[in-house]
């Protein structure tokens, strides 16, 4: 089978790697942090030394990454020029939609196809293939790299057209969303606990009815409970995502003013952090501090 | 089978009354405007000219009515008196639940048991006998009313205890966050919009997966639409409910900012009256035109 390129083996990098591993791949791995990568060759991955060396010409790396700083420091000259013509960059992080589209733009002149294909899905959810895949991208790279994403950690693969910084757009949508949904049960929540009712049949009647849904039973669970430090999606990387939005938001002149209100919650959680290893469900406790709760 | 009082023959009141004569109860029905209760007459119905006709000694009054004002104005002595020891008073509107405990403190000194049960469901739920129930008050009245709400319009009721504005405030909460689930894929849609995605794909997406649930497909669909003028449930409605949910976050010093922004947002549709027969999903239209769309 392929060789596949792997660089970022984070909470969420790892069970996909893995994952390809066990679908039959070759992964040739880069992980800044080497010893992190160490029980994936015990099962047979090769680990490399660059991010260069982690690609075959004309092959298929797929980056995951903190951040836009990190993707680009990776994905330069050296790492395009290894990829070569007919070479796929999957980019798997949530970054810019500007930057996306400025790394496309780069590795066009190497031949190479970038594709914006951010991850819906904690790290439990892409272990078990269960996740979402948006991607934007040319047509024929997408089509190439598809079972790749299902072997990878998704269940379904949304394609969003030919723009590069599409993919992204909608992973910064969904992620605000998730975040006022998370505000959204705060503030209920505060309100009924003020108010004398019991907060878990509140939240059992609205997650079984008007409010099913993976989001709202996933987070509502932890926000009933107080439980604010998994942390599988830590509240550092929620805020840079938030962040991401209003500078989306900013740039294309669209105010949005609940995701000020949510950045603003992870902002104040990042600050103060009084929750140690907080998640960034911990927003929610902006609510209820506030309610003097 | 049992007489049942009906008083409210409104946009949802019209087809529960409907339901229950469908469900062979003996239907005796209050409107203020008599003429729109004429067709469910022709259906068996008996019409009556005053709140306290309605009411059989010992017997079930449901009620459905727009305000706090109109049920006050409703559900007063002569009324109370007429449903005399033993009588229910199932209120299924959406008010304070201030009101719903000084109503309930006024029934018992007539032996009259008021149980809250306001109603999760917009009109063709209602009718489709799939809505949601939540009720709140002594315990026996709640048993003997239950079948009576299956036969109206629920699926499912779920019990909030004993208070009799528990189950208010729980409705409160769930129209909270129906509105700010509308402003939420508002703010997100319009950024879809601005950075020249195709809205639908987004609310496809989306809403089939991490915001699979009934209230982000029904109004997200019309907001793809930009489809404000439904209306089943009014923007002036809305903005009633928003008001009591401030009201009684204020009332328990529970800091709403997001609750506090859709109401603003529903307070300008209003003022503006710009659109015809305005649905509260209407909201969503303040976070588009911000953007300039």
Partial sequence: METIGFIGIGNLGYPIAENLLKAGYKV??????????????????????????????????????????????????AFAAALGNGGIHVSLSTISPDTARVLAAHHKEYGVHYVGAPIFARPEAAAAKVGNAVISGNAAAKERIKPLLEAGFAKRVFDLGEDEGN?????LIGNFMIAGAIEMMAEGFALAEKNGLEVKA??????????????????????????????????ALGLKDMNLV????????????????????????????????????????????????
């Fill in 167 to 171: 993919a992204n757009v909608l992973k």
């Fill in 28 to 77: 040739k791995i880069y992980n800044r942090t080497r010893v992190k990568a160490l029980p994936l060759e015990a099962q047979g991955a090769v680990l490399v030394n660059s991010p260069e060396e982690a690609a075959e010409k004309g092959g298929i790396v797929l980056t995951l990454v903190s951040d836009d700083a990190a993707i680009t420091s990776i994905a330069g000259d």
């Fill in 246 to 293: 209003l500078q989306t938001a900013s740039r294309s002149h669209t105010p949005m003013p609940l995701a000020n209100l949510v950045q603003s919650r992870l902002t104040t959680v990042v600050a103060k952090n009084e929750i140690p290893e907080a998640d960034w469900v911990a927003l929610a406790s902006g609510a209820f501090k506030d309610a003097g709760i």
């Fill in 202 to 235: 509140v939240y059992e009647m609205l997650t079984s009815t008007l409010f099913a849904s993976p989001v709202f039973s996933g987070y509502g669970a932890m926000i009933v409970d107080r439980k604010y430090n998994v942390p599988s999606f830590s509240a």
